[in-house]
């Protein structure tokens, strides 16, 4: 087996990476702008990739993409994600698009799926709640039909994005009578609807990058019903499969990794240099990464032979998420006490750059599905084990 790109490919790669050289700042390391900067920089970024018709490049042309190779995709993703660069990863490309594609009516893809491939409707999904997270289908928002609409009430958590979001994808419980994951629906929610209330989270890195989400008599018309009523969660697990399916946390990982490589080489003690156990644990993590990035690579061949990943995406996330917490941790062991600098400190190696690595990468493996929930999706649908 071949495992190298074709020339078209790596042709494209180049591209890529001359955009991101002319529209990134010469100084972009993903750090240093705060998150009011980085979204500044964001905003004109995918306006800029909207242009060139790259936010969903694999998209049909009908509907806003480029019909790209899904390996095209991967490349774009990875290169994107290898520098930081803000603007370029979308939930609405990454699953509520495709979703709205697989379920929604001919008019709910001309209503929704421009605003996407523009980049002037950004989504936020709205899944998870206080007592429903691994557990999604136990969630208690209701969406109780009312004439014309539906009636909302009820309260979401975690919320990535959500207070710059101008839609959300909501997943709600429509029949209360139904078994749990039979009586789910999912519906397109504006977010300046009245009755919606937005709280900011402040995670342990100082960050606002969730909000609990609060539902009082929020009225959505039924038109944005997408999909069969109460066959949303079916929808819902299908397009966690695409969330689950990107190379972003290798493409991450291995710049990361490259920074740390340099941080030995350039160590002023010789000692450190010639550390065996420094020199296994970063070794033990280019292994990993390697594999990893194979792992990843696998999902969109899957896809352009239209298979649609379900335990591979799950293998995928998992190792992904956990190699992330490792690589974090081998660097913060790396730079001793200085590790625990925050950015803008002028003694913090990396420019604080693991500091905010190490925090963030503790909620790697409970967002977006926790770890055990993709053992038990591995173990169940990859290999046929009964449920316990």
Known sequence: MDFRFSEEQEKFREEVREFLRQELPK?????????????????????????????????????????????????YNEEMSYQGAPGAYSMGVAWVGPAVMLYGTEEQKQRFLPGITSGQDVWCTLYSEPEAGSDLASLQTRAVQDGDDFVINGQKIWTSGAQRSHWGWLAARTDPEAPKHKGISTLAVKMDTPGITMRPLINMAG?????????????????????????????????????????QAYAGGRRTLERLVEFVQEHPDETV?????????????????????????????????????????????????????????TGIQLLGMYGGLEPGSKYAPMKGRLERSYLQAVSSTIAAGTSEVQRGIIATRGLGLPRG
């Open 27 to 75: 100084d972009w390391d993903g750090t240093g702008y705060g998150e009011e900067g980085a979204t500044d920089i964001g905003q004109r970024i995918t306006s800029k990739l909207a242009e060139r018709k790259w936010l969903a490049m694999a998209w049909p042309q009908e509907y806003g993409g480029l019909n790209a190779p899904h390996m095209q995709q991967l490349i």
């Open 207 to 247: 960050q606002s990058g969730f909000s609990e989400v609060f539902f009082d008599n929020v009225r959505v018309p039924k038109e944005n019903l997408v999909g069969e009523l109460n066959r949303g969660w079916y929808q819902v697990a299908v397009a966690l499969d695409f969330e689950r399916s990107g190379i």
């Open 273 to 329: 240099r010639r550390n065996p156990t420094v020199r296994n644990r970063l070794a033990d993590r280019a292994v990993e990464l390697a594999a990893g990035t194979n792992i990843a690579y696998r999902i969109p061949w899957m896809q352009s032979k239209g298979i649609i990943p379900n335990y591979e995406a799950s293998i995928s996330k998992l190792f992904g998420s956990e190699f992330g917490q490792r690589l974090a941790l």
